[in-house]
């Protein structure tokens, strides 16, 4: 096989193994109170990961750029209005006038 | 990116419909790119793809049926579908969530075939800003997500985890360590929370 195809299927297969682990392993039934009391604040926690990784880092290192204004300028009209979708049109077109000066 | 770490057009194609998941596959092709080996582009893409275990686990109690049906929808799980898909009360909502992975799929397949056979022709996604449009749509679910003042502290001690580790952890691990801000949980007053709103929940029906 060749490299690209190697990493191609090791990559589905990792993939797939990792997001069928959970509910393979802990699905269809009820579970104890200090479960669910963690995975309540599962989504909080991954989703501000995924914000400051994205908005505030550039690979492995801390960056703040035009992107951190424009996700901030999102979340501000988010925060206000309580529109996601004004949120995502803005933060993009923040972003690009930022870089296009 | 994929051509210049030696993919053909088709393996590009292929690889977005059958991995599914992008920032994955970015991390592998990077790690080909600069030279390194199939083993080392697999253990990229694995530990990108991290994050979806404790995304997985959380999914889990909402899921109905055998190992292998429950096994199949867990592959629906990317971010956006995921974030979107969440209640507040922890559980989720299927149909949103297997809705929006289906839409985002065949938009993610079509987008890479674009990209793949004509992608010299499009402009640089970065100049239109469309780096910004996740992290601003996470945003927006964050703020929807996170109402208590226990949800807004773990939230901020998640960002701060992700952030510490983002100079010293490979790509990826920074988000699954911050999932563990969620182990807050275990305290008695946050359970204590949970059963009283599982309470009133009960009354209310």
Redesign the interface.
């Known amino acids: 096989m060749s490299?690209?195809?190697?990493?191609?299927a090791?990559?589905?297969l990792?993939?797939?193994a990792?997001?069928?682990?959970?509910?393979?392993?802990?699905?269809?039934?009820?579970?104890p109170?200090?479960?669910?009391?963690?995975?309540?604040?599962?989504?909080?926690?991954?989703?501000?990961?995924?914000?400051?990784?994205?908005?505030?880092?550039d690979?492995?290192?801390?960056a703040i750029g035009?992107?951190t204004a424009?996700?901030a300028a999102?979340?501000l009209v988010?925060?206000r209005t309580?529109?996601?979708v004004a949120?995502?049109l803005?933060?993009?077109?923040?972003?690009?006038?930022l870089?296009?000066l | 990116m994929a051509q210049d770490a030696g993919l053909s057009k088709l393996e590009t194609i292929v690889m977005s419909a059958i991995v599914y998941a992008g920032s994955a596959q970015f991390s592998a092709i990077a790690i080909l790119a600069q030279g390194g080996g199939a083993g080392a582009a697999i253990a990229a893409a694995a530990l990108m793809n991290s994050r979806f275990l404790p995304m997985g686990v959380a999914l889990a109690p909402s899921l109905r049926g055998g190992p292998l049906k429950r096994g199949l929808q867990g592959q629906a799980v990317v971010d956006a579908s995921w974030a979107l898909a969440a209640r507040p009360d922890g559980s989720f909502d299927l149909r949103l969530l297997f809705g929006s992975s289906a839409a985002q799929y065949v938009t993610w397949v079509s987008g890479t075939a674009i990209g793949a056979l004509w992608g010299g022709a499009l402009g640089d996604p970065k100049e239109l800003g469309l780096d910004a449009l996740f992290p601003a749509f996470f945003v927006a679910l964050l703020l929807n997500e996170a109402r208590s003042g226990r949800a807004r502290g773990v939230a901020a001690l998640g960002a701060l985890i992700a952030l510490l580790l983002v100079p010293v952890a490979p790509a990826g691990v920074p988000v699954l360590v911050a999932s563990f801000a969620a182990l807050v949980g275990l305290t008695r007053r946050a359970r204590e929370a949970v059963l009283e709103s599982q309470e009133a929940e009960g009354e209310a029906r």
């Not at chain 1, 490299?3 to 191609?8: E, K, L, M, N, S």
Request: charge should be negative; charged fraction near 10%; aromatic fraction near 6%.
């Open positions: 490299t690209g195809a190697t990493v191609i090791g990559c589905a990792v993939t797939f990792i997001k069928a682990a959970g509910p393979v392993a802990l699905g269809g039934r009820e579970l109170i200090w479960f669910t009391s963690v995975v309540v604040l599962l989504a909080p926690a991954l989703l501000a990961a995924l914000v400051a990784t994205q908005a505030l880092a690979g492995d290192e801390i035009a992107d424009g996700v999102g979340g988010a925060w309580g529109s996601i949120c995502v803005l933060a993009p077109a923040v972003t690009a006038a870089r296009a």
